[in-house]
């Protein structure tokens, strides 16, 4: 298993969705950085489920609680280590899964590869563990916002076939995101996907659906040419999301179907640099960042968990009707998507920064 | 930089486009594997420029030898080096593009991140070094071949707005694709894609496309689960290569649009194992491979160096016409991409079988 | 910073020694392992403070606690995450040392290169820290043995002037080494080496020794030759151990005074392999183990934090007495150094023998 | 296998002793810093066999070319790539060890772990490797007396029984080392070396010795603590070089006999910051290099091929006499083991600083 991210600042995360608890050690992150748990805890309670009607009942408080690295609010260049006590657990929901693996879901996967299955809930494939990206995504972004300014922002684009307008070039802020409880900035398209995921919540089926992220003030010259461009990396972030199903950058599948001509971002000068007049490499050239903001998007498939029956098989092979009464699963997972999107990209983004710190000139 | 893929089956390459010569290390390849010069050959010819009118005339005939690593036919359970020499290196091309970085290509990020540029050509971020993947990921497929009977097969499916009908559930083979000169195997469609490079061509423009994917007779639970997730990092290899802007796995974006009752791959026996009726999944769930074909896209940009006059700035911010008359690009990287996404393919599922060795049971 | 050991089978500390707590993240133990918190506990209770008189009369219980990974007794392959709360913090007792970097101890190095220290104690560089390793190691130690049958005992075999008779030949077990409170199975040495500890004590100094450790039953092929020579890793586990200052494997030092005709081991059939008549390799040819026993020694300096007056400076470079009166520090590290040892032999050759599952053939 | 050496500058290096050429590959080093062939070449030749009477007669040019990573005498910032053809491969004069594994050598390891051997000579355990390590090092070597002013020097300070005396407080320079054939720059003691030498070659034998290593105008806060103590990483690379048996840093093994009041380093205003009166840390506490000269030894055994008929067996097990009458092996490595320990140290030191560049704040 490989439960690390990251070459200079790491995220390793544990723990399972039943066990004692879940947490995190954030390793490499710089010395005398302002840090509170209040504001991990702000990050996770934008994770947290239960929020509106749309997620989970399942009530966890994620009440974060650090270990380690941080004394009187300031990082001491050591490792961070956070936990999170798993109050909520509630295993006797699983048992009938015991028998029957979930389609489209890790538990056949799992079971194969380990030879073990956490008694019940997801374990580590349980959504459950996106709650420790988060909290060290936002050490992350912290780190970002203080040293280059770095504004990242992320929303929900699609659910099902909603599609919400392109907003990559307005100056959305997080609290325009959050103003919904579909996290769409675009009030006309939150309603509509709010309607497409309650008729999800009604059919006892799921939905699925795209985030669209935006990273502000990133400086020229991070990501590494060849095999770790910035774009490979955060590709490889965002597709680590559960669900996750695509990920694309810039102008993306759409720049499969365009000539170069069309595509082609002109160079303009902007202050001291070079800017582009259109933004269709989203922010990175050569796998570098160029100074334009990173634009990305992230599809996500419709939950696996659904409460339809589903006519599937026995771990032994034999036919089988699968029928999920109970248990807590968000129909859809976009909204809750929103904050652990933005925390890989934080990750990914802080990781960049200090290996640009060596070999670049960006700082 | 970070020059190196993988962990337990690694490939390091090196080189400019017009140095003395391309390379790779291929290290942590089991010993006692067949293993012939001539191999390499075959693969690196499948992704040789100047193989038909659609491509770049550079008649680079890269031409490989082994330095290391092999005895006799075969391997030694040490580095395998090998080197292709630039024999048709052409300075003089570039010379134009000292004052004017090219839009959408990695002149100006480079400049801005080392202080420096290779003296002509793309250096690094050229094409070309994608020879030396071409020629590592040869190694790692013939060792998937010959141990785990594994397949990988890549196509065209869309150049600019023309598109194939899905052919991922037929037995394409390599030499299905290799049979028409844009590498896609529906005759009507590789037609259709052939005119639409053809007026690229006529037009001075480039165009791009989308390569998808299949690779067979993976085994169940190859794959790392949470941030090292099989489609994790197949979506950071895919995406590392030059002018890849997107990737899906399965369903992917259409995913999205999706319900999960809709979505759902039911299990149902299969041997002495499960299947899945469907593989909407694209053979990977949690992030471990479930047995089904592996299936994936990558969306590739069009070409950025195009003939086209560009109104563009120079590096001082000044604006400025950019004409390219010479230099050797293809107006198309598609047919030669698909080699290089086979390549990339091999080189992550030769590492994540060596890393299933350890941890899994799937051996 | 990095905290983080191993390749495959990976440790992960964390914790300074006066803050809320200290821990560690095991990743890449295989599944189904028999585990129990008891197993840990008993490998702390080993290195635990105040076992006798000869150690810190700080009383740190240092009860562990598992956090994840391990379900109904059984390793899940999940990361198991542990924790040990810090009972016994007390930080008035390093209150002067805020002036005055402490002579040969790490204050002024973490000052100078984190701008921060620790309010009180040695933060990371404290011994406490090893107690992280212990559990870790313990987990690898139950692996080796369950699987290979692997046993590492480590003893003291100098303190000061003091030196055992050479005892690796001699079928020494874990009891025999905890049956003197200084840990040298040679109750004659024990007793003058008891006496040397007690001298350091009542002249308020502190004094340094030697640990010995044999690695019995390890299979031919693990270590990876060129950079990761097997004993080169475990010169880098054992140098890593605070106080440490010197390693060597099998002959070692006097065998930089030999002739090769002296120091070659020969050959001789065992059973259905090769041994070798005499061990002066140590167990390790080329980096690679051949079979016999891993036989090293550990340096370690005495004590840095002694309670005599140390005419020294402050931070700001003025003269100033050092005088330590209070504070909880063993006057020699030896003998809770041997747990400590163990542990990093057996975090070694975990993940060697994980390594060598993927390349070798000694599985 | 694991060819790579480094986190952020990095060496990986390939090639058979007897196999078309060996070679390296340098990823991190930063872009820019002026590094000619010659540079490498100068320090190669240090290295060369058959610079006296003392070391093999093999007569290997070991002329170094750059293919990858400089252009116009100035770096790029992408990898370089240089070989060195095997001018001179003998693959007769090792056909009897078909039949026999060396005592001592890597034969019998390499021959169980990958079930098979490079045809003739020692493959990637020959002594040859050291020679990319001594090119790789070199480029490192420039970088940190460039930006740092590093001067790293090691010299022979034992054969055999001969000591030299201790010089590490003396300004020794590398020509002062060259001076003499045996690399001890204390004339005296290397007359009585050479004389060693020569005994062990008129006895068919070969011997032993130590390599005494000083880094001067290392920076305060290189190094990382815990894991990656600067001394650990240190102990690591040098135990990786063939034939080392040990490593100690600052008093080192002594340090074992000595109390804390005659060990310790007290602290004293030099210049801006912190100095120690004494120096027997060896330049590093806690991990982290403090400013005073690193300075460490490596032991190394006597050449395990010697000349004198050995009683061993054959790979079958059947008793053997072993007579080595030809084959080109140094009698003793010390001489040509100080530009391999010296080209480590660069490498250590390298990474170090790229790291220190990051967390810390030593630059």
Not at 65 to 88: D, H, M, Q, W, Y
Not at 174 to 195: F, L, T
């Amino acid at each position: 298993m490989s439960n690390t991210f990251g070459r200079l600042f790491t995220l390793t995360t544990f723990g399972e969705s039943h066990g004692p608890a879940i947490g995190a050690v954030v390793d490499g992150c710089p010395a005398r950085l302002k840090l509170r748990e209040a504001d991990i805890q702000a990050a996770l309670d934008r994770r947290r489920p239960g929020q509106s009607i749309l997620t989970t009942p399942r009530a966890e408080k994620d009440k974060v609680r650090f270990l380690s690295g941080v004394e009187k609010g300031l990082t001491l260049g050591t490792p961070i280590a956070l936990v999170i006590e798993n109050a909520c657990a509630n295993p006797g929901d699983y048992e009938k899964l015991i028998q029957i693996p979930r389609p489209s879901h890790a538990d056949y996967t799992y079971k194969m590869k380990y030879g073990i299955l956490s008694a019940s809930g997801g374990g580590r494939a349980s959504a459950r563990e996106t709650a420790c990206r988060v909290a060290g995504g936002a050490i992350a972004d912290i780190m970002l916002r203080k040293r280059w300014g770095v504004e990242i922002v992320a929303w929900v684009s699609s659910v099902g076939t909603v599609d919400a307008p392109d907003l990559t070039g307005k100056p959305i802020q997080r609290r325009d995101v959050d103003r919904s409880i579909v996290r769409c900035p675009d009030k006309a398209s939150a309603d509509r996907m709010a309607g497409a995921i309650q008729r999800a919540i009604s059919d006892g089926d799921s939905v699925g659906g795209i985030v669209t992220c935006v990273c502000r003030n990133v400086p020229v010259g991070w990501g590494e040419p060849v095999f770790d461009k910035l774009h490979a990396v955060l590709a490889h972030a965002m597709m680590s999301i559960p669900a996750a199903r695509g990920f694309d950058v810039g102008a993306g599948f759409a720049a499969a179907r365009m000539s170069g001509s069309a595509h082609n971002d002109m160079f303009i000068k902007k202050g001291r640099c070079l800017g582009t007049v259109t933004n269709r490499s989203g922010g990175v050239q050569g796998g570098i960042s160029n100074g334009e903001p990173l634009v990305f998007r992230v599809a996500f498939k419709p939950t696996a968990t659904i409460k339809l029956a589903q006519r599937t098989a026995t771990y032994d092979g034999k036919p089988a009707l699968l029928k999920i009464e109970k248990g807590r699963h968000d129909p859809c997972v976009l909204p809750r998507a929103v904050p652990v999107v933005e925390a890989m990209a934080a990750l990914v983004l802080a990781d960049m920064a200090l290996l640009a710190g060596n070999y670049g000139q960006s700082r």
